[in-house]
């Protein structure tokens, strides 16, 4: 199954905008990418998914590249309650399972 | 409230002494999983269920046994617990995996110490 790599921690100031990447270098045609969040002790909570074209929700915006080997989490105010560790998954359309690798541990600086 | 719940949600054993852990959900889900979490390894799979009778192994099933016998519970057994089972383990369900409907709910996790 194809994986990811994030950076393992970024800073924001609170009110600004945080850009959240990911690669996938070894995507396929059928996966999908996935984003989670875990705020502190608690269970990883959805954020916001797509496959290839850019995704809004309430939450976020998901920006995938052209080629689909990169996308980014883009939060568009961070507040405080967003500090958390945010996963980047893909998961195979015709796949059972999901591998969350570490994530991103994000501070949001008052 | 739409919920995945998890009992206990703390519990210290010994080694070779049977547990179980429950999951719950009341969303008429068809997709339930098992993780555990352990530092600097993230989440990982352990047992996942697409339906009733329906169940599979994830990255790291070894020591562990779920069951499926109704919709809305998904128990993980750990027969022989081991201290490298201690672990954070998060019990989660989604509608299915098919088109939108795979966002994933999860419980609020049962941290599990065996000495």
């Known amino acids: 199954d194809a994986k990811t790599t994030q950076p393992n921690s970024m800073e924001s100031n609170e009110e600004e905008p945080v850009h959240l990447p990911c690669n996938h270098s070894?995507?396929?045609?059928?996966?999908?990418i996935h984003w989670y969040r875990q705020l502190p002790s608690q269970g990883p909570e959805y954020v916001i998914h797509?496959?290839?074209s850019n995704v809004n929700n309430r939450m976020a915006s998901l920006a995938i590249a052209e080629d689909r080997k990169s996308s980014t989490l883009i939060l568009h105010r961070a507040t405080l309650r967003d500090a958390a560790v945010y996963y980047c998954?893909?998961?195979?359309?015709?796949?059972?399972?999901?591998?969350f690798g570490t994530g991103t541990s994000l501070t949001v600086i008052p | 409230e739409a919920q995945v719940t998890q009992n206990p949600r703390y519990l210290i054993t010994v080694t070779g002494k049977k547990l179980t852990v429950t999951c719950s959900q009341n969303?008429?889900?068809?997709?339930m999983s098992w993780y555990r979490q352990d530092p600097g390894l993230g989440l990982r799979q352990i047992y996942y269920?697409?339906?009733?009778?329906?169940?599979d192994k994830g990255d790291v099933p070894e020591g562990y046994k779920v069951s499926r016998k109704e919709k809305r519970n998904f128990p993980l057994i750990l027969e022989s617990p081991s201290p490298n089972q201690t672990s954070l383990y998060f019990c989660?369900?989604?509608?299915?995996?098919?088109?939108?409907?795979?966002?994933?709910?999860f419980g609020p996790g049962t941290r599990l110490t065996v000495l």
């Open positions: 989660a369900s989604s509608l299915s995996l098919a088109g939108p409907y795979n966002e994933q709910f």
């Open positions: 070894t995507i396929s045609g059928t996966d999908y």
């Open positions: 797509g496959l290839t």
């Open positions: 998954i893909l998961r195979d359309a015709t796949g059972n399972q999901f591998y």
């Open positions: 969303m008429n889900h068809e997709y």
């Open positions: 269920s697409m339906n009733v009778e329906v169940t």
